[in-house]
Nanobody, 118 residues
């Protein structure tokens, strides 16, 4: 599967953005998927994931209540809805996929930059 994240941009603190991960190749519904981010000068951070059927979506505590992960397998897409954005959310966001729910993410897309201004 090939993945591509897009939808990033510049937004003011308190604003919202929705990122999209578009999948091609093998049917996206065969994969569990997730979002990661990497801020300047920092290591890549796991943001959250969603099971192949769309259930079990969760996000890490730092974004819980502000970010929501969803997917539309009919469109081979996954989304990251980001609300109440903060300057610390500034990062390159990546989507990834895996075949085993408890396994490592094996498929990665190119990232999209999100910049939150204060």
């Amino acid at each position: 599967v090939q993945l591509q994240a897009y939808g990033g941009g510049l937004v003011q603190a308190g604003g919202s953005l929705r990122l999209t991960c578009a999948a091609s190749g093998r049917a996206f519904r065969a994969y569990h998927a997730g979002w990661f981010r990497q801020a300047p000068g920092k290591e890549r951070e796991f943001v959250g994931e969603i099971a192949r059927g769309g259930g079990g979506a969760y996000t890490v505590d730092s974004v819980k209540g502000r970010f929501t992960i969803s997917r539309d397998n009919a469109k081979n897409t996954m989304y990251l809805q980001m609300n109440s954005l903060e300057p610390d959310d500034t990062a390159v966001y990546y989507c990834a996929a895996k075949t085993i729910l408890t396994g490592p993410f094996a498929y990665w897309g190119k990232g999209t930059l999100v910049t939150v201004s204060s």
